[in-house]
């Protein structure tokens, strides 16, 4: 009798697992970017530049890359030359890895670098104007090339940490991002489509923010929305989450500056 | 840092219907929200737009504080004459932006 019960239950239990298998990692072919997600409108707003609000941090990004500053006098122009060539796919190797720190830094990271040790300038705040319009101008030049993380010996111990993080339930809600981004994509979630969280527009101008935001931004925002505590900006786990993240979107193409509602 | 861009057609036929965009960067602080210590945050927007064709008002908006940031204006006017197509925007706090755009009409 007890045999019979128990072999019921175990039934019952593998019925519920086979229910709530995760579907795993989402094939290369099967890979759609946010904006495959937004409604005709929103995409036509990205597509065309005098539309895009994101472009207009462009703009200022493009001022401030020209603009001298800190002790040393210099401008990211003066280092850097022509932009169009020198920043091109730049954006779409980050973060990337930084000998110095022997950690990878995101591109709001490398650009804060460069104004403390070569411009000789204070850092930029993470999410002001001034941080999110130069890494808008960066990220423009690669627009349109594919995402190429490098994954070598020495990214592989933080991408395998950004990947523990995608998969580890979390939160008061413990919930895991794979179980929203890859195993439910596409239904919804409230109003919203889930999408892939692919992070192929950043820094995006969101709709709902008003404003251009970065990475960062979206992750802590999940991460609340999770009901778990989100780490710092600039916190070493965000940027090993960024860089599994851009690894999981590797060849799909840059949109920067993208809209996204 | 106030940055502005502009969509003209440069080049029209004549008594052709063309369609202009305009987009300014803008907070649009309603003037209703609160800051996290509980200050009212005062108004800042964009009062009124107007849009001057050789000279000749053509479009004229007025703004709310329930437009959102970074406003973005399409309208439409008929080209008549080859010239200058002036935008300006002024708003709380002595904002004010100008842009303006060539258009030649064949």
């Known amino acids: 009798m007890s045999g019979s019960v128990a072999r019921l239950l175990t039934a019952l239990a593998l019925a519920l697992l086979a229910g709530t298998a995760p579907a795993g990692e989402i094939p290369t072919a099967e890979r759609r970017s946010g904006y495959d997600f937004m409604s005709r409108e929103t995409r036509t707003m990205q597509d065309d530049d005098t539309a895009n609000p994101g472009m207009l941090g462009v703009l200022d990004g493009g001022a401030l890359w020209a603009r001298k500053t800190g002790a040393a006098g210099r401008a990211c122009a003066d280092c850097h030359g022509d932009e169009r060539a020198s920043m091109k796919g730049v954006a779409a190797r980050y973060p990337a890895f930084d000998t110095t720190l022997k950690r990878p830094v995101n591109l709001e990271q490398r650009i804060n670098l460069c104004r403390t040790e070569r411009q000789r300038a204070p850092a930029l705040a993470y999410e002001s104007r001034e941080l999110l319009a130069l890494t808008a101008y960066v990220a423009r030049q690669s627009r349109g090339l594919p995402i190429d993380i490098a994954a070598d010996t020495r990214t592989q111990p933080f991408l395998d940490n950004g990947r523990a993080a995608f998969y580890r339930r979390q939160g008061q809600l413990n919930l895991a991002c794979s179980q929203c981004h890859d195993d439910n994509w596409g239904k919804r979630l409230a109003g919203n489509t889930i999408p892939q969280a692919h992070p192929t527009g950043y820094p995006v101008y969101r709709l709902e923010w008003q404003s251009l935001g970065s990475l960062q931004r979206r992750l802590r925002n999940c991460l609340v929305g999770i009901r778990a505590e989100p780490y710092e900006y600039g916190a070493p786990e965000l940027v090993e989450l960024e860089l599994f993240l851009m690894w999981r979107a590797r060849g799909m193409a840059i949109e920067t500056p993208g809209v996204r509602p | ?106």
């Open chain 2, 1 to 106: 840092m106030a940055s502005a861009l502009v969509n003209v057609p440069p080049r029209a036929r004549r008594g052709e219907i063309i369609e202009i965009k305009t987009l300014i960067s803008h907070p649009m602080e309603t003037g209703y929200r609160r800051s996290q210590l509980g200050a009212a945050i005062p108004r800042d927007i964009i009062r009124l737009f107007v849009c001057t064709y050789n000279g000749t008002e053509v479009f004229r908006a007025e703004l709310h504080p329930a437009i959102a940031a970074n406003p973005f204006l399409v309208f439409s006017t008929v080209a008549t004459e080859s010239g200058t197509i002036a935008f300006q925007w002024t708003g709380d706090n002595g904002f004010s932006a100008t842009e303006s755009a060539a258009i030649t009409v064949d």
